[in-house]
């Protein structure tokens, strides 16, 4: 029981329990384990105990509380009760709620969400887990419809063997029934959450954690040239990434405005560190923004012939098609591996040019600003190796 009602008193308790409220029968406020509190009213309503939730406290107050209790007791005397009303109310509002399908919904999720995702191939990964692996289990289904076992269905089958994609498959699928409980298109509880429910019927399975495959720094020159003979935006954005060993998002999303002489300039809500990049565009990279000028149909993408950005797998095609299993982030570490083998450039310029975060303010700003030229000077020195095949060939 608490003693004291006194706002502050209410505030301060950090214990989690149940506590009775002094002259008022059945209320309670409730402390949860992560102290977030809740009025409860409790009573008896032919010989069943009832818990109905009266509202958050603060947000709801102990005078607002006490008038919801005075509320529900007139109920009670009149014969009714107000969880049943509650349940049917709510019941109304479901069926008034034009139905509608797991798959209709998820696409419209992605839709809405997609603008807040940094990265373009975000919005590619949600929709191809949906479609290979939700949709054929649950895409016709009605919100409502969907249960634990359909949930179960879709993950057991490569829980084990690709886990972390069916982990994040599990997650893309609570947060799409979590929009729908909260839009009113589903009454049920979430089936897909993790802590407290599919924790206790799927195994934990521990990940060791994979590097992205990359090339030699030795085979880095022959692989540009396999690359020019092959025509198209593809060939050219990849060409582009290597040779200034940047993001594939940075690249996709690059516009031809936020170049300004020879200085690529990338706005911070594309940079994984959400801070404004600046990249010095060696001679081949304006070059190729040249040729990608003449197949963009004057789109404002760098590299798309169209109003959105080029598909990610297009650029991972073509480099596992000249060279198998990997990844086109793993120029990045190409690049970073012949900084260290074979130059002598510091770490901090290789550090700077992959936009890697610095921890020491101080020292961030003094690179922010100094080191753009010797930047400059790195890159092209990669250029030069990356090319010297083609400049070999073409001798």
Known sequence: MIKSTDIRTLKNINAPARYTIPAVRGLHLWVRSDLKKYWVFRYTFEKERYDISLGAFPEVSLSDAKSKVAQA??????????????????????ETKPSMSFEKYALQYVQVMSPAWTNPKHTF??????????????????????????????????????????????????????????????ESS????????????LPRVKRTKKHHNALAFKDISTFMAKLRNVSGLASLALQFTILNASRTNEVLSAKSSEVEESVWTIPAHRMKARREHQVPLCKRSLEIIEEASKLTNGSSYMFSSSEKPLQPMAMLLIARKLCKGITVHGFRSTFRDWVAEETDHSPEVAEMALAHTIGNKVEAAYRRGKLLERRRVLMDDWQNYCLNAVIETNA
Do not use: M
């Open 190 to 201: 979430n089936p897909a959450v993790w802590k407290g429910h599919l924790e206790n019927l």
């Open 73 to 94: 007791r007139g109920k009670l005397f009149n014969g009714v009760n107000p969880a049943d009303e509650r349940r049917s109310q709510k019941q109304v509002a479901v």
């Open 125 to 186: 990964q949600w929709e191809r887990t949906l479609i290979n692996y939700a949709f054929p289990v649950i895409g016709h289904l009605h919100l409502e419809a969907i249960k634990t076992s359909h949930i179960l269905e879709i993950l057991q089958p490569i829980w084990g063997e690709i886990n972390e994609t069916a982990d994040r498959l599990r997650g893309r699928i609570e947060k799409i029934l979590s929009a729908a409980i909260t839009n009113g298109y589903r």
